[in-house]
């Protein structure tokens, strides 16, 4: 396909368990970005990859979040031990042009019961 | 954190009326963007400016950036109901940030 797609689309988890989300970016774009986003408000940074380089993680709310682009292409967002405040929507975006035009996915809807 | 705040962040209207969503921050940003939103799906861009006082227009759609680079504007006149969604800014400095969103709802 040629937009970002992600999977998941829906994932609920128990509280504790492990959680892993999958990003496929655009086939080209250097930039892959995450976002959170709850409901009806704007997402959040979490982090941005160029190629491999995880260049910015100031966004992970905490050490439980880890995400990795080892082949500079497909991404993985991992979060650990999930909690309730965890529940969102996580968006993955790629871009070609560091970020000015971002091209999202449809997002992965966590719950965490 | 999120630098930019968008009103109003809910707004209900009559097809046919005009509408005004505001983006404002007390940062500076070297390009400004809108997005749209629909439910279960991810933001879809719909116009990038970046020179201060830039006006662009898409159709029904009026876009404007202020002169200092820190507040924008989304003007659309004679809303439709496909217009409804979530309406987002966002602001490029040394990191990428959304505001807070606008839900706009156009009922026929």
């Known amino acids: 396909g040629a937009g970002v797609s992600q999977s998941p689309r829906y994932k609920v988890a128990k509280r504790g368990q492990d959680v892993a989300l999958r990003c496929d970016p655009i086939?080209?774009?250097?930039?892959l970005f995450w976002y959170q986003q709850a409901l009806g408000q704007g997402p959040e940074f979490l982090t941005y990859?160029?190629?491999?380089?995880?260049?910015?993680k100031s966004g992970l709310p905490s050490d439980r979040f880890f995400a990795e682009r080892p082949e500079g292409s497909v991404s993985t967002l991992k979060i650990q031990r999930t909690q309730q405040e965890d529940s969102a929507v996580y968006l993955c975006?790629?871009?070609?042009?560091?970020?000015?035009?971002?091209?999202f996915g449809p997002g992965t809807r966590l719950t965490v019961l | 954190t999120q630098l930019l705040e968008q009103s109003p962040q809910f707004l209900s209207i009559q097809e046919g009326e005009n509408l005004t969503v505001y983006c404002n921050s007390s940062s500076v940003f070297s390009s400004l963007q809108w997005y749209r939103q629909e439910p279960g799906e991810g933001p879809v861009l719909l116009v990038t400016?970046?020179?201060?006082?830039e006006v662009k227009k898409l159709k029904r759609l009026t876009f404007q950036f202020g002169d200092a680079r820190k507040d924008s504007s989304l003007h659309i006149t004679a809303a439709q109901p496909g217009d409804t969604g979530l309406y987002l800014c966002a602001g490029s400095s040394n990191q990428f940030y959304f505001g807070t969103g606008t839900s706009l709802t156009v009922i026929p």
């Open positions: 990859f160029q190629n491999e380089a995880q260049l910015d």
């Open positions: 400016v970046v020179t201060g006082g």
């Open positions: 975006a790629s871009s070609s042009d560091r970020g000015y035009t971002q091209y």
């Open positions: 086939s080209g774009h250097v930039s």
